[in-house]
């Protein structure tokens, strides 16, 4: 048994959470930077730093009381090692590794992914390893055979853009905020799929994605209907129901793919892109498929994934706060 303090400061969100692995979340704590570079649009690395420092420590004491526990009473502090902004990064690092220190605790990096992947094993209903995940984030769209804990083959990967990106600069092109995909899939609720947008990769007889080529045909989409201020509302939520009907569709059709190919129909679906609605709806159509998702409110990043890692790796904690910080880091590097 072990209660695990988790932080992630990967990005523009801080999320600390207290894990137990018996009881589960103990508490969690979110705090989103989105207002703040919403005005850029898009993650302002500096700003996102000097933000993390602000909110960190009072994140730490919220979940404390939260659950009720003294901080001198968790086990570890796992912290997000990569990938990452730097800056972001560092600042998680330090906290982690300035408290355990203090605390005289151990502590366990994380690789980022690594959180999205097992975020499932926060539901009751968990996967058993071995399970296919596909991991679709703002940076990332893999396929992954997961065999254990650390054991992670990658199967596909996207060429260019990742999907959620597919989703972030689509939306730019609609002026809609940023991150954009949960206001594709709003609009997209009251759309048709007026225009067939491609289906980047579908055909390609393997587990890779494309997501750029769908990009530069919204672009002249829109381009072709006059510009974006001219579309009506009713226009504009068709666009998104197309761009949400093509993006979803690849990835459906490349998990199946996936699953045919290794003979394993365990299906686990994480990062900021498993929260679509849509994508869940499809998935749910395929009757041989058993899908796996994290809760909804803890698709997109969060500590609970970090911390509920963190006890899965346990056994790997350590006395040693001799930190670095890995901004690129291929999951496959992961030991
Ligand atoms: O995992 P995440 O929080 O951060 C990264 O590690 O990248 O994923 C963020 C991504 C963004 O691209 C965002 O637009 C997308 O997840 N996203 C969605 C939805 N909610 C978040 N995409 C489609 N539909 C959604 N409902
Ligand atoms: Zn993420």
Redesign the pocket.
Known sequence: MALILGIET??D?TGIALYDSQKGIMAHALYSQIALHNQYGGVVPELASRDHVKKIIPLINQCALDANIKLKDIDAIAYTTGP?LNGALLIGASVANGLAFSLNKPVIPIH??EG?LLSPFLCEDKPSMPFIALL?????SQLIAVKQVGEYTILGDTLDD????A??KT?KMLNLPY????Y??LLAQNGIEEFKLPRPMLHSNDLQFSFSGLKTAVATLIHKLGGVETLTQQTKCNIAKSI?ES?TDVLVKKSVAALKTTGIYQLVVS???S?????RHKLGQIPEIKVYYPPLDL???NGAMIALAGSMRYHLAKFDYNFSVTPRYPLELIV
Not at 162 to 165: K, N, Q, R, S, T
Not at 179 to 182: D, E, L
Request: charged letters at 15%; aromatic letters at 2%; hydrophobic letters at 35%.
């Open positions: 990967s990005c969100e990452g980022h992914l999205h679709v984030s703002g940076g990332h990742a999907a959620g990106e989703f972030d939306a991150p954009g995909g949960k594709i899939a949400e993006i990062g900021g892109v929260a679509n609605l849509q994508l698709c997109t990043d």
